[in-house]
């Protein structure tokens, strides 16, 4: 064996042995989410396909079981997908089948293939058919996976800001598109390729998942600096107070320093009191008084127009109003006019 394939057995092989080691992780981890046990078995399912594709590449005689393994395993790769991106989003409600009827009925095939036609007795069915079948199946569930996250793909780039939770989720969406591209592209470039490109994609994981690890390091070093309850509902009862009678929200210009001064407190301590206490930004926190002034107003004064009300609100563009108004709402301006007149 030449140095070039020794290289590339020890990644291959560090990508599938390191593969097992983040899924079972993930299946630990706690607080016990389903989206990352969703992560986890796709990851498993990742590493049996990888493996079998190592132990192939370098011993094409190796027992058809293990091919058969390896391929049954890639069949639950693109459901896998697409249930970690319906429940990392909380949409995993919205399907039309429970997610436990559809999984054991695409394992339920898995098994009952392999019982009627073993890789043993039809080569020629696994390596032609069923790999065509597996793999544009496991493209469909991507189809179907970026479907559910665009929604999100294209807020990120409106607001042109990105949160932990969507770059964990993009990157893991990104990786398995890699992986599925590498492999169905395999036949024009290299059988190892997969088992390669999935190495790579799992050091972006692992580099994203101690960075996640750092993140709640400072949060517990600064755990302690958290204000009391007492003191924050005290402080929230005259940040009401003074949203509410001296209408601050309605200043286009309105800062948090400025608020914060008027409530005698630093900055960063009136950033921390939103985040940890209303678990809400300083923009959500304005925005949401700038909206139901707006919705209170298009019912009070229906003639008045879209962009007079979001000017008198504390909005500066009627784009940003109605995005807000929208993200807070649920439905927009004209809609919610159209609605309340005809309740009227």
């Excluded at 459901?79 to 039309?96: D, E, G, H, V």
């Excluded at 054991?104 to 073993?118: A, F, H, K, M």
């Excluded at 959500?284 to 008198?312: G, H, L, S």
Aim: proline share 3%; glycine share 2%.
């Amino acid at each position: 064996m030449t140095i070039n394939s020794q290289l590339i057995l020890i990644l291959s092989a560090l990508g599938s042995i390191n593969g097992l080691l983040v899924a079972l992780y993930l299946w630990g981890r706690q607080p016990k989410k389903l989206a990352n046990r969703f992560l986890a078995v796709m990851l498993l399912m990742i590493s049996i396909r990888t493996l079998k594709s190592v132990l192939f590449y370098f011993n094409p005689d190796i027992t058809k079981v293990i091919l058969q393994i390896g391929l049954s395993a890639c069949f639950l790769i693109g459901p896998l997908l697409y249930f970690f991106c319906l429940s990392q989003l909380k949409q995993l409600k919205n399907t039309k089948f429970r997610w436990e009827y559809h999984c054991c009925t695409l394992v339920s095939i898995i098994i009952v293939s392999g019982i009627l036609y073993p890789y043993t007795q039809y080569p020629v069915l696994w390596s032609d058919i069923f790999y065509k079948v597996i793999n544009y199946s496991w493209l469909l569930y991507i189809i179907l996976s970026t479907k559910v996250i665009l929604p999100k793909v294209k807020s990120c780039f409106k607001n042109k800001k990105t949160a932990e939770d969507e770059l964990w989720l993009f990157s893991i969406f990104i990786g398995n598109v890699l992986i599925w591209f590498a492999y169905f592209t395999a036949s024009y470039t290299s059988y190892i390729v997969g088992a390669l490109s999935f190495s790579f994609v799992l050091i972006i994981i692992c580099l994203l998942i101690v960075s996640k690890f750092n993140k709640k390091a400072i949060k517990v070093k600064y755990a302690d600096k958290e204000i009391a309850q007492s003191e924050a509902n005290e402080i929230l009862a005259r940040l009401h107070s003074l949203m509410l009678d001296e209408e601050l929200y309605k200043k286009s210009l309105i800062t948090m320093p400025q608020i914060a001064k008027r409530l005698g407190m630093s900055t960063p301590r009136f950033s921390q009191l939103l985040n940890d206490n209303l678990n809400k930004s300083f923009s959500v926190f304005i925005n949401e008084f700038r909206i139901e002034a707006a919705k209170a107003m298009i019912i009070t004064n229906p003639d008045k127009t879209m962009d007079i009300i979001a000017e008198e609100c504390g909005f500066n563009s009627q784009s940003t109003f109605y995005s807000a108004f929208k993200k807070i709402t649920a439905t927009t301006p004209a809609k919610f006019k159209t609605q309340n007149s005809v309740n009227l």
